[in-house]
């Protein structure tokens, strides 16, 4: 519910405020001006949220501080990748459905890809994320994660499927279990650069040693205008950017980072 109507970005949020400018519109004299303030706001907050400029400044805040690996050095001795999906899609027709990876989830992939081969052919990979939706027959995220490292060249032997969690919280939880069989408590953690946050404190909450290598999706261009230009994958990101400040003060009243 969250996510269909209160994160600004999102479809949802549109609607619900459009429906209430209208009705402040509708109201009487004393609400029209207030509604026709709301209405302005509002579209220029989505017209700004669906560019890659406006997009990549929301997320900026929360990409500070975390950089990619890029050298084996920035993680000496380690021998394990975590890696998060972040979601999926699961396409229906008749009794039969079909799962993929999501966007972001496949960016998160072949940044796993990537530090498998820096790291080297040992390196253990991770793959975190369960079935969200409990009414689909579908396999969890992590199976169809696991099928994506293996394309992208990791040896399915050297992926171990974690596919129970549902959220960020629980794909800690369950990840560490796997750790701890394993005896490991430091490892690279891939995930969106907006989640990142979020996740290394969940892993942290266990008193793991996550080191943060994020997957950075790239949004516009080399020119202005290119980055200027609306686009759905620029509002999706912003969407995904508020729900992160949401669920990062949820995650901190609850206690759980």
Not at 23 to 39: D, F, M, P, S, V
Not at 87 to 100: K, L, Q, W
Not at 146 to 151: N, Y
Not at 194 to 218: E, G, N, W
């Amino acid at each position: 519910m969250v996510k269909l109507f209160l994160v600004p970005g999102s479809i949802g949020f549109l609607v619900l405020g459009l429906a209430a400018g209208l009705a402040l519109l509708y109201g009487g004299k004393r609400t029209q001006r207030w509604g026709r303030i709301w209405l302005a706001i509002l579209a220029a907050a989505y017209a700004v949220l669906a560019t890659p400029i406006g997009s990549n400044l929301v997320v900026w805040a929360l990409a500070r501080g975390h950089a990619t690996v890029s050298t084996a050095a920035e993680a000496p001795g380690v021998e394990t990748i975590v890696v998060l999906s972040t979601g999926g899609e699961v396409y229906r027709a008749g009794d039969d459905e079909v799962a993929e990876m999501g966007r972001l989830t496949a960016f998160n992939a072949m940044e796993a890809a990537r530090l498998f081969r820096l790291l080297g052919p040992r390196t253990t990979v991770v793959a975190s994320g369960g079935i969200v939706n409990p009414a689909s027959r579908a396999r969890s995220e992590a199976d169809v994660l696991a099928e994506g490292l293996v394309r992208l060249g990791v040896p399915r032997g050297q992926i171990v499927v974690e596919p129970r969690s549902r959220t960020t919280r629980e794909q800690a939880v369950f990840s560490a279990e796997i750790l701890a069989r394993r005896g490991v408590s430091r490892f690279v953690l891939v995930t969106t650069v907006d989640h990142m946050p979020r996740a290394q404190a969940a892993f942290r909450a266990r008193s793991l040693q996550p080191i943060p290598s994020p997957s950075v999706p790239r949004l516009g261009g080399a020119g202005l205008l290119d980055n200027l230009r609306p686009a759905v994958n620029a509002l999706r990101q912003s969407e995904w950017a508020a729900y992160e400040y949401l669920s990062r003060a949820y995650y901190w009243m609850k206690g759980w980072v």
